[in-house]
T-cell receptor, first 113, second 116 residues
Framework: DAKTTQPPSMDCAEGRAANLPCNHS???????VYWYRQIHSQGPQYIIH???NNETNEMASLIITEDRKSSTLILPHATLRDTAVYYC??????????????FGKGTLLTVNP | GAVVSQHPSWVICKSGTSVKIECRSL??????MFWYRQFPKQSLMLMAT?????????EQGVEKDKFLINHASLTLSTLTVTSAHPEDSSFYIC????????????FGPGTRLTVT
C-alpha cells in the first residue's frame, strides 16, 4: 500500500502557483519524498525529490515540514501542459533494484485557462 | 538525454497468443529496469525488477511464468506476455535507472495491450 495521502483532485488557474499537498506521517528517517507526474496515456515523469531540506529545480519546489510528516509540491506558474496526475511517493534511495516506487492514486491537477 | 523507448506503442493480439514488448534506454546504460502495469483509471503497479544478466525479481502476485522478463543488455529489457487473455489487457510501462543517477527512474511512453 502507498504510504502517502493526497487529495484526489485540484484545480488551478493558468499562470498561478499550484500547491499540491501530501501527507506521509509514517515516513521513516531514511526515506525520501519523491514527486512524479503522469500526463494522460504517457509514462510518468520525475519532478523532484528531497529528504528533509526544501528543494528547488527548474520544474518545481518541494517544501517538507520540519517533522517530515507532510510536504507540498509547488509549481510556481502553472500552464495548461501541467495538467496531469501528480504522485507523491516515499521510498528508500539505496539505489538500483532497491529503489522501488509504490504509486498511490495521486492528485489530478487540472490547470484551467 | 535519458530517453526510454518502448516498442510497440500499442498491440492487439488474440487470446492464447504471446506478445513481446521491448524497453530500451536510448542514450544511457540502465543498471536496473522496472516493469509496471496500469489498468484504466488506476495507478501504476510494479510487476518486476530486473538487472542486466540476472533473473528478474517479481512482485507478489505476479506470475513469473506468464510474464517473462529478459534483461539481455544494459540498454534492453523485454517483457513477454505468454498465453495472453483479455484480463491481461492493460497499459504496460517500463522504467530505467541510469548509472550514477539512482534517484530518478526514467519512464518509457508505455505500451497499450489489447487481447481479444
Amino acid at each position: 500500500d502507498a504510504k502517502t495521502t493526497q487529495p484526489p483532485s485540484m484545480d488551478c488557474a493558468e499562470g498561478r502557483a499550484a500547491n499540491l499537498p501530501c501527507n506521509h506521517s509514517t515516513i521513516s528517517g531514511n526515506e525520501y519524498v519523491y514527486w512524479y507526474r503522469q500526463i494522460h496515456s504517457q509514462g510518468p515523469q520525475y519532478i523532484i525529490h528531497g529528504l528533509k531540506n526544501n528543494e528547488t529545480n527548474e520544474m518545481a519546489s518541494l517544501i517538507i515540514t520540519e517533522d517530515r510528516k507532510s510536504s507540498t509540491l509547488i509549481l510556481p506558474h502553472a500552464t495548461l501542459r501541467d495538467t496531469a496526475v501528480y504522485y507523491c511517493i516515499v521510498s528508500l534511495n539505496s539505489g538500483g533494484s532497491n529503489y522501488k516506487l509504490t504509486f498511490g492514486k495521486g492528485t489530478l491537477l487540472t490547470v484551467n485557462p | 538525454g535519458a530517453v526510454v523507448s518502448q516498442h510497440p506503442s500499442w498491440v492487439i493480439c488474440k487470446s492464447g497468443t504471446s506478445v513481446k514488448i521491448e524497453c530500451r534506454s536510448l542514450d544511457f546504460q540502465a543498471t536496473t529496469m522496472f516493469w509496471y502495469r496500469q489498468f484504466p483509471k488506476q495507478s501504476l503497479m510494479l510487476m518486476a525488477t530486473s538487472n542486466e544478466g540476472s533473473k528478474a525479481t517479481y512482485e507478489q502476485g505476479v506470475e513469473k511464468d506468464k510474464f517473462l522478463i529478459n534483461h539481455a543488455s544494459l540498454t534492453l529489457s523485454t517483457l513477454t506476455v505468454t498465453s495472453a487473455h483479455p484480463e491481461d489487457s492493460s497499459f504496460y510501462i517500463c522504467s530505467a535507472i541510469r548509472r550514477g543517477h539512482s534517484y530518478e527512474q526514467y519512464f518509457g511512453p508505455g505500451t497499450r495491450l489489447t487481447v481479444t
